[in-house]
Nanobody, 125 residues
Framework: VQLVESGGGSVQAGGSLRLSCAAS????????MGWFRQAPGEEREGVAI???????AYAGSVKGRFTISRDNSKNTLYLQMNSLKPEDTAMYSC????????????????????WGQGTQVTVSS
């Protein structure tokens, strides 16, 4: 079972990026998945999660700017990031849970059994 992220890069403030997380070895189409980020010297932060019914939840810092979605036919999770800010700079990783619904502490990264290696997002001012 593997998760592979792509789509990171460098962008100026106000720009957009779309991250992808391709899953292989297991179908996560009806499972809880999420995006997390970690900046140097900072703790990992939950960005967005989505449960098996497609219900999303976002961190307050990204609400209204980021959108999590999934394409079940491609077994792929996405994160559309708009109006990017320098404080969004971090390594972004996706994670998947072998269950339909996310745990109560999913935003803290708990309950996820598979993690990707991450893709770097750098936003310059």
């Amino acid at each position: 079972v593997q998760l592979v992220e792509s789509g990171g890069g460098s962008v100026q403030a106000g720009g957009s990026l779309r991250l992808s997380c391709a899953a292989s070895g297991y179908s996560f189409s009806s499972r809880c998945m999420g995006w997390f980020r970690q900046a140097p010297g900072e703790e990992r932060e939950g960005v967005a999660i989505i449960d098996g019914d497609g219900n999303p939840a976002y961190a307050g810092s990204v609400k209204g700017r980021f959108t999590i979605s999934r394409d079940n036919s491609k077994n792929t999770l996405y994160l559309q990031m708009n109006s990017l800010k320098p404080e969004d700079t971090a390594m972004y990783s996706c994670a998947a849970r072998f269950a339909k619904y996310c745990s109560d502490t999913a935003q803290q990264g708990q309950g996820f059994g598979v993690w990707g290696q991450g893709t770097q997002v750098t936003v310059s001012s």
